[in-house]
C-alpha cells in the first residue's frame, strides 16, 4: 500500500514563498519517479515537475512546466521519504489545489498525469494579489 500526505499549502501574498511537503509511505521509498500537479477551480488538473527518485541511469533528473521554471523547485529527502516542492515568487495564478503523485516503475511521458499510479488528497494554496 502506498500513501502519499501533502502539506504546506496556505495563503501568501504574491511574490512570496511557500514550500510544499509530501510524506511517502509504503513503496514511495523505491518509486521510479515522483511529481506535482496542480488544479485551480474550472480547470484541468496540470504538470507543475517532477523528479525521477529511482537509483538508476537518470535518477535526479527534474522536469519543469515552462510557467514555474526558475521559480520552483522539486527536491527530495530520501531519509525522510520525503519529496518537497518549494515555490517562489509565487504569483496570483500559481494558487490551486498541489497535488503530489508517485509513479513506481520505468515509464515515459510523465507530464501526463494519468502515467502516475498514487495521488495525495491535495494541499490549498491561496496568492493574493
Known amino acids: 500500500q502506498v500513501q502519499l500526505v501533502e502539506s504546506g499549502g496556505g495563503l501568501v501574498q504574491a511574490g512570496g514563498s511557500l514550500r510544499l511537503s509530501c510524506a511517502g509511505s509504503?513503496?514511495?521509498?523505491?518509486?521510479?519517479?515522483m511529481g506535482w500537479f496542480r488544479q485551480a477551480p474550472g480547470k484541468e488538473r496540470e504538470f507543475v515537475d517532477r523528479?525521477?527518485?529511482?537509483?538508476?541511469?537518470?535518477?535526479?533528473?527534474?522536469d519543469y512546466a515552462d510557467f514555474v521554471k526558475g521559480r520552483f523547485t522539486i527536491s527530495r529527502d530520501n531519509a525522510k521519504n520525503t519529496v518537497y516542492l518549494q515555490m517562489n515568487s509565487l504569483k496570483p495564478e500559481d494558487a490551486a489545489v498541489y497535488y503530489c503523485?508517485?509513479?513506481?516503475?520505468?515509464?515515459?511521458?510523465?507530464?501526463?498525469?494519468?502515467?502516475?499510479?498514487?495521488w495525495g488528497q491535495g494541499t490549498q494554496v491561496t496568492v493574493s494579489s
Open positions: 503523485a508517485a509513479r513506481l516503475d520505468y515509464g515515459m511521458g510523465l507530464r501526463e498525469s494519468r502515467r502516475y499510479d498514487y
Open positions: 523528479m525521477i527518485t529511482w537509483s538508476g541511469w537518470n535518477a535526479g533528473s527534474t
Open positions: 509504503g513503496r514511495t521509498f523505491s518509486a521510479y519517479a
